[in-house]
């Protein structure tokens, strides 16, 4: 029997999401309301167009010879481990072609829901919005504890990790909070890179076109001065830096 799932766009060559040249799959549905959010068209769990397991990997194997080198699939959203049964099935039959696979999340949906999935992809791309709760509520709609629970989950079973932070001037890019992020994060050998992400309203113009009021309309993006900061916190705790061009939810090519 085929499994469909909800994808919202597809992206064939993408650069931005995990190592090498990547096919990215964007799933419909997500429990945050991020205050930047670049998709929400992506929030509504019906929306996008229904396609089987199957389908997808046929459409993927096309671009084999690009993205098995270095490269593979990226599993994004929205949030991906909405619809876990899919991702899972799509992982699995992935890995049966030798290809490279990982997830981008944000860690809001419960372990148990979302286990599976962690274990059979190769890598976790995993967004923390911010280490003070509170603040993680403010900026999304809901609290951290999920997404700490994904990163420790991950420590527990030794899958490699990309931890991604979005730089929100403001909110998250502050001295000390990035120093605690830092500190915190150095105890966690799973942790691969550290990603920063400046952000910026490139997708302020979906809030429009949705007739919703985007929040975050009056924030500039980081200066260069508070990228270098920002950058030179972690690599004092010993993390491997990459600094993104783009904010936390990239411009996605329909399909």
């Known amino acids: 029997m085929a499994l469909y799932g909800n ?11 995990g190592p090498g040249l990547r096919y990215v799959v964007f799933m419909q549905g997500c429990s945050l309301r991020c205050r930047y959010c670049h998709n929400p068209d992506t929030w509504d769990m019906d929306g996008g167009r229904r396609m089987s397991v199957e389908e997808l990997v046929t ?12 490269g593979g699939v990226t599993i994004s959203g929205g949030e991906p481990l909405k619809q876990p049964q899919f991702v899972l099935a799509l992982v ?3 890995k049966k072609e030798g290809i490279h696979t990982a997830i981008d999340t ?10 599976d999935v962690l274990k059979a992809a190769d890598l976790i791309l995993l967004d ?7 603040q993680a509520f403010s900026l999304t709609g809901m609290g951290n504890a999920n997404t700490l629970a994904t990163l420790a989950y991950c420590q527990a079973i030794g899958k490699d990790v990309w931890l991604r932070h979005v730089l ?15 500190q915190f994060l150095s105890s966690f050998s799973c942790i691969q890179t550290v990603e920063l992400l400046p952000y910026h309203s490139m997708g302020a113009y979906k809030w429009e076109q949705l007739k919703m009021n985007y929040p975050l309309k009056d924030v500039k993006s980081p200066t260069v001065a508070d990228l270098t900061m920002a950058r030179s916190i972690f690599e004092a705790q010993g993390h491997t830096v990459l600094m993104s061009s783009l904010g936390p939810q990239k411009r996605t090519k329909v399909s």
């Open 7 to 17: 994808i919202h766009s597809i992206e064939t060559m993408g650069t931005l999401d």
């Open 168 to 182: 929100v001037p403001g909110w998250t890019l502050d001295e000390g909070r990035l120093t605690n992020l830092a």
């Open 128 to 134: 923390i919005k911010s280490l003070d709760d509170r």
């Open 59 to 70: 459409d993927i194997l096309l671009y084999r010879s690009f993205i098995t080198n270095g």
């Open 92 to 94: 699995r039959s992935l």
């Open 106 to 115: 944000a860690g809001s949906v419960p372990l148990t829901i979302s286990r």
